[in-house]
T-cell receptor, first 116, second 115 residues
């Protein structure tokens, strides 16, 4: 009964380093999302994948890339980390569709990233 | 573009009193509306949703929300607050015809329930 699993839970990077945040869901959801949460700003969408094989930019995509590896996995990559990317990152998934087919999003536990 | 507003950064209420956390939204079509709760150092947990049907939606932990199309609001309510309800609450919207399936969140409202 894992739901959405994110790794790692914590990470400290130096400016300019790269890293990939991993996310996997076991609920057979078609849509997956990456958000960042900053104090006083709620959750802002970085990238999303409406279905396997597609990805689209959200509100704050600059400095990030994503890969929808398969239906289960959706990774977020920081190619050259900057202090402004210090945040808590959440992965989410849902079954998106029309009417009752549209389910709520399920969230992972988050990755707390600090860039120094 | 769709948007969500939570006009109150913080709501304070005494234990046993009713609580309301406000949310208004803006979409061009029909909305899907959601409420989530976040406890410290945790991910978001789903509370309730409005997709279609009755305007009054009941959810987890005794919470309910009323969809008001004319006022474009989806306020979260509970008849009797508990100290354990203290947390950060987020309202979210997805437009019915949004092929991109994007969920847009409000800025969050911190609920403080005092004994």
């Amino acid at each position: 009964n894992a739901g959405v699993t994110q790794t790692p839970k914590f990470q400290v990077l130096k400016t300019g380093q790269s890293m990939t945040l991993q996310c996997a869901q076991d609920m057979n959801h078609n849509s997956m999302y990456w958000y960042r949460q900053d104090p006083g700003m709620g959750l802002r969408l970085i990238y999303y994948s409406a279905s396997e094989g597609t990805t689209d930019k959200g509100e704050v995509p600059n400095g990030y890339n994503v890969s929808r590896l398969n239906k289960r996995e959706f990774s977020l990559r920081l190619e050259s980390a900057a202090p402004s990317q210090t945040s808590v990152y959440f992965c989410a998934s849902n079954r998106a569709g029309q009417g009752p087919m549209n389910t709520e999003a399920f969230f992972g536990q988050g990755t707390r990233l600090t860039v120094v | 573009a769709q948007s969500v507003a939570q006009p109150e950064d913080q709501v304070n209420v005494a234990e046993g009193n009713p609580l309301t956390v406000k949310c208004t939204y803006s979409v061009s079509g029909n909305p899907y509306l959601f409420w989530y709760v976040q406890y410290p150092n945790r991910g978001l947990q789903f509370l309730l949703k409005y997709i279609t049907g009755d305007n009054l939606v009941k959810g987890s932990y005794g919470f309910e929300a009323e969809f008001n199309k004319s006022q474009t609001s989806f306020h979260l309510k509970k008849p009797s607050a508990l100290v354990s309800d203290s947390a950060l609450y987020f309202c979210a919207v997805r437009e019915y015809n949004n092929a991109g399936n994007m969920l847009t969140f409000g800025g969050g409202t911190r609920l403080m329930v005092k004994p």
